[in-house]
Structures are given as structure tokens and as C-alpha cells.
């Protein structure tokens, strides 16, 4: 599939840094911020909760896939992008291919933010996906970078040792 950016992706991210601004100011929850999109329409979102759940899968792409879920009562979400402000771990992004998303755009890169956001043996699931399921599912990166980045330390940066679970 070939990689398309359009303004309306730029509108969906701010939705989804709302999302993130929501778990930023909850207790417990995370600053990940997620919406999915099906026909124009956000039809679901959701933030980071897995501190607050205690369930370490609770990323906000897998709060958002489970509220889609069981609003429409199936597990087929074809026809649905999916916007998160930082891009997708792998658990996150295998979720979406098994949900038939069918796109995936993401603010923050793994280059704008301290790597502690990602699988601790630094696996670019995104790349991995992008290329093994490219008739399936396009991933577009980048989506208001700066905004999305704003909400996590950067590289070079050190968070304090509390925080950092992926070590």
C-alpha cells in the first residue's frame, strides 16, 4: 500500500494528543494517546491505562481496539485507521494486523523520544510490519512529530530510574 498523509491526519492526531493529554492528567494512567477512525468519524480512543489497570497490555492502542470491541460486538476492524501519538510497540502493532486495521499513523518516532518507550531489545515492529504486511496495512510516521513528542524525554535526556521499565 502506498504511504498517503492528508490534512485530515494531522486533525485525527490532535484528537489523539487530546487523548494523551486526558492520561497525562489521570491518575495513574499514561500520556499515550489514541483515537481510531472509521468513515471520517472517530469511533473510539483511549490513553495509556496499564499502571492504572495493572494490566501491562493497556497500552492505549489496545484500550482503543478493546472499546471498538465491544461497541460493535466483532473483532474485524477493516476499514479503520488507527492514530497514536507515539509509534506502536510490537505487541501494539500485531494487534492492529489482527484487527485488520488498515492503517496505522503515528506522531512520535522512535528517533524523537528516550528509548525507554520501546521493547527493550529495540525492535522497530513498525519497519518489521510495514514490510511483511504491506498489501494489508500501510504505516504512516511523523504525523505532528513535535506536538506528539512533547509528552515523553528525548534522547539524551535521563528519566529518572522509576520510569524506565524497559531496560
Not at 492520561?23 to 495509556?48: H, K, Y
Not at 494490566?55 to 460486538?73: C, F, M, N, S, Y
Not at 524523537?112 to 520501546?118: G, N
Request: glycine share 8%; net charge negative.
Amino acid at each position: 500500500m502506498p504511504n498517503t498523509t492528508t490534512q485530515t491526519d494531522e486533525d485525527f492526531m490532535r484528537a489523539a494528543i487530546e487523548q494523551a493529554r486526558k492520561g497525562d492528567q489521570t491518575p495513574g494512567a499514561g500520556e499515550v494517546g489514541c483515537v481510531m477512525v472509521r468513515d471520517g468519524q472517530i469511533v473510539a480512543s483511549g490513553f495509556n491505562e496499564a499502571e492504572m489497570r495493572h494490566d501491562p497490555t493497556a497500552h492505549a492502542e489496545i484500550v482503543t481496539l478493546r472499546k471498538w470491541g465491544q461497541q460493535t460486538k466483532t473483532k474485524d476492524f477493516s476499514g479503520c485507521t488507527l492514530y497514536v501519538t507515539l509509534q506502536p510497540c510490537s505487541m501494539c502493532a500485531a494487534a492492529c494486523i489482527w484487527a485488520k486495521i488498515n492503517r496505522i499513523v503515528f506522531g512520535a518516532t522512535r528517533g524523537d523520544v528516550h528509548s525507554m518507550y520501546f521493547d527493550a531489545r529495540h525492535v522497530n515492529a513498525t519497519d518489521l510490519i510495514a514490510d511483511a504486511f504491506k498489501r494489508d496495512i500501510e504505516i504512516v510516521g511523523g504525523i505532528l512529530a513535535n506536538e506528539c513528542s512533547a509528552f515523553y524525554y528525548k534522547p539524551g535526556e535521563t528519566p529518572p530510574d522509576k520510569e524506565q521499565e524497559n531496560r
